[in-house]
């Protein structure tokens, strides 16, 4: 079974500009969660989505950051414009839809440098 | 909001000893799920144990066990015959059972790096 894949591992922006991540979760997820992890810290839930739809998106900074979820599948993550303190990784992550669905299976994560 | 505590920044043992990561959260709910998150360097975290709230049972998973304790809401992991794979970065978690918007999302601990020394 493949895992969840995101895209790009690294990205290296200067303050203001924009930039989008990417992520498939594994097949058949329904639920799709999007982290910031920055340096030294835990993860924080930006945006959690289930099939194609919010559920949950009280921790994300809509001024700058959006994100969607065509289709109830892929998911991009945007920022625009970036700032300094968004530097960090951005995980992605998915679980399916059952009741007790303990695990969240995690990507690789993008590591943004805003300079 | 629930709240997760890890008090240790870093931790470091020898290899096949025994080493403890301590966790303190915070939560009005009766039910829910705690977990331990193993994050290597290369970042890819990787989920270690689980534990359910209604079970009185720690839970163990080969040579990893938690020492549940609800009323103190403490969720230590215990690592034992440690390895040099076991080196990362380890988080604690908490995971509402309600439903709702709440539902599925991770509260994450700040973590504890753990060195392991040959």
């Known amino acids: 079974e493949a895992g969840v894949a995101q895209s790009p591992r690294y990205k290296i922006i200067e303050k203001r500009q924009s930039v989008a991540f990417w992520c498939n979760p594994i097949s058949g997820h329904a639920t799709l969660y999007w982290y910031q992890q920055i340096l030294g810290q835990g993860p924080k839930l930006l945006i959690q989505f289930q099939n194609n739809g919010v559920v949950d998106d009280s921790q994300l900074p809509k001024d700058r950051f959006s994100a969607e979820r065509l289709k109830g599948v892929d998911s991009t993550l945007k920022i625009q414009p970036a700032k300094l303190e968004d530097s960090a990784v951005y995980l992605c992550?998915?679980?399916?839809?059952?009741?007790?669905?303990?695990?969240?299976?995690f990507g690789p994560g993008t590591r943004l440098t805003v300079t | 909001a629930q709240t997760v505590t890890q008090s240790q920044p870093e931790m470091s043992v020898q290899e096949a000893e025994t080493v403890t990561l301590s966790c303190t959260y915070d939560?009005?709910?009766?039910?829910?799920?705690l977990f331990w998150y193993k994050q290597p360097p290369s970042r890819q975290m990787i989920l270690v144990i689980r534990q359910e709230a209604y079970k009185q049972q720690n839970a163990t998973e080969n040579r990893f066990s938690v020492n549940f304790q609800k009323a103190a809401k403490s969720f230590s992991l215990k690592i034992s015959d440690s390895q040099l794979g076991d080196a990362a970065m380890y988080f604690c978690a908490y995971r509402s059972a309600a439903g709702g918007t709440s539902y599925g999302k991770l509260t994450f601990g700040q973590g504890t790096i753990l060195t392991v020394h040959p």
């Open positions: 939560t009005s709910e009766s039910d829910y799920y």
């Open positions: 992550a998915s679980s399916s839809q059952t009741l007790h669905a303990y695990e969240q299976y």
